[in-house]
């Protein structure tokens, strides 16, 4: 389905004006105002980044290591709060919390969990910072795009940079999770990554160099590029 044909399906406003919008380079996501995530309907606005298909991935993968018992669980990075919504709805047993930085970010993750009916505790903050507890799983698609990498004009220009770019070769905030995880894990683990495609081989050695007895796996998306990492300690 083309962005016209996606607009002109579900766009509920003034279709000409929605055409100038898309034609002037903004997201046919952020025009219609939300997105089916999982079979979730998440709204989406510059405040956030827009969820992509990778990212379902994500869910999809780290719920197969889950059960749906107590599990202490945080998503670092949340945005939309796709993720933990949707961990939530999927493993209703959980005890879900999610971080973000922008004040902006979590107002809206909260109208989120608030259309899909669940409760989740959010927290103001960078990454690990504001949280004082320990969890059975870390998950997190944290900024990682490198400040010299290409990207498209219509995610430069639209969605937050906040969001996008990272110090360290798209590197920074793997590490700073990682160097400062051992406080809010328990002895049994997961960590789950959405990465970018050429990092793999770095974020294992950075595993590897912060946190010991643990299992490190990188998983490929649908397109074949690895776009996943898994730490484990069983």
Request: charged share 30%; with cysteine; glycine share 6%.
């Amino acid at each position: 389905m083309t962005d016209l044909e996606y607009l002109k399906k579900y766009y509920k406003g003034n279709i000409e004006d929605a055409v100038k919008r898309l034609n002037n380079g903004e997201p046919v996501q952020y025009i219609v105002g939300d997105v089916d995530f999982y079979g979730n309907i998440i709204k989406v606005d510059k405040r956030v980044l827009i969820p992509r298909r990778e990212t379902e991935e994500l869910v999809e993968k780290t719920l197969k290591y889950l059960d749906n018992t107590n599990l202490d669980i945080v998503d670092l990075g949340t945005g939309s709060g796709c993720i933990a919504i949707t961990l939530k709805k999927m493993l209703p047993n959980i005890n879900m919390d999610a971080v973000d930085i922008s004040r902006d970010a979590i107002s809206l993750a909260i109208e989120n969990t608030k259309l899909n009916n669940v409760d989740i505790n959010f927290y103001l903050g960078d990454m690990l910072n504001p949280l004082n507890k320990k969890y059975d799983c870390i998950i997190s698609n944290p900024p990682y795009i490198s400040y010299d990498e290409e990207v498209m004009d219509i995610v430069k220009n639209n969605e937050p940079n906040i969001a996008l770019y990272a110090d360290n070769s798209g590197l920074y905030f793997y590490e700073e999770i990682l160097k400062n995880c051992k406080n809010f894990l328990k002895d049994k683990f997961i960590i789950a990554f959405e990465i970018g495609y050429n990092q793999g081989d770095r974020i294992v050695n950075l595993a590897h160099k912060y946190l010991d007895n643990v299992d490190v796996k990188i998983e490929k998306d649908l397109q074949g590029f690895d776009r996943f990492c898994f730490i484990i300690r069983k």
